[in-house]
């Protein structure tokens, strides 16, 4: 009780003290109780807002081994406003920072394994990389046959964009794999000649002469294939987003 009682005293002495030595007080006393109070404030506050003002994905794609030379946000604000999206519902993104050389370096390794995971989540719409790149990765299966999507008179339309891969040598190549056979030594055929291949299939569009697109990603080599994700979610937006694109 004697505690209690110098404890009222005490209090009693600080409130008749001016305001700067009680908050002197204040603090030398219960600075941490201030300090983890407003963390959890702010955290609380910071969780609420977020859960309220989250959007869904509408289009998510990646450019890879771009230069980026133009303002990239723009270019997607530019591409929301055209497909007309309510950004306070959805957004969409375009992720410019991948490389992946022809070597297995640490930084193409992590850029090949964030494809295969955002394509695993199905969070990945499509992908845009030079003829060699788009190559290694369309014998990974990764690409969506265009012929789900463009009907036969819309893929004559643009046959001269078109990047083909032959079904057959992607079956055989898949076998052996299973067999654990080396598959080094298998000569992939010419993307730009279907009438060579068993089975041909277009899985790329050649998005070079779209100037809005390269002005802002640029290529050294001056030619850039998008393709659309084997699972992508969106494709009717991807076609829009290409739509925008030739527009």
């Known amino acids: 009780m004697a505690a209690m009682d110098e ?3 005490e209090r009693e ?6 305001l700067k030595k009680r908050l002197a007080y ?3 006393y219960y600075k941490w109780f201030a300090i983890i109070g407003v963390i959890l404030i702010v955290a609380v506050v910071s969780t609420v807002y977020g859960i309220l003002t989250r959007t869904t994905s509408a289009l998510y794609g990646v450019v890879v081994n771009s230069i980026t030379l133009g303002d990239g946000d723009a270019f997607m604000q530019d591409f ?3 497909a007309e999206l309510d950004i306070k519902k959805y957004h969409a993104e375009i992720n410019a920072s991948l490389i992946i050389g022809s070597e297995v370096d640490e930084t193409t390794l992590n850029s090949s394994q964030f494809i295969m995971v955002y394509m695993a989540a199905q969070d990945l719409d499509f992908a845009v990389m030079e003829p060699d790149t788009f190559g290694r990765f369309t014998y990974n299966d990764i690409y969506l046959d ?3 999507c463009f009907s036969a008179e819309e893929l004559e339309a643009m046959s001269d964009k078109l990047y083909y891969m032959d079904k057959a040598v992607l079956d055989m190549i898949n076998e052996m794999t299973a067999a654990e056979e080396s598959t080094e030594n298998i000569a992939l055929p ?3 000649s279907p009438e060579l291949m068993e089975e041909p299939v277009p899985v790329g569009i050649n998005i070079s002469g779209c100037s809005k697109f390269m002005d802002v990603y640029f290529y050294e080599g001056g030619t850039a294939y998008l393709g659309i994700t084997a699972n992508s979610p969106h494709v009717d937006m991807v076609k ?3 739509a925008f694109l030739f527009d």
């Open 240 to 242: 829009t987003f290409l």
């Open 190 to 192: 010419d993307p730009f």
């Open 146 to 148: 265009l012929r789900e």
């Open 13 to 18: 002495k600080i409130k008749s003290q001016p």
């Open 26 to 28: 204040f603090w030398c």
């Open 7 to 9: 404890f009222r005293e």
């Open 80 to 82: 929301t406003d055209y």
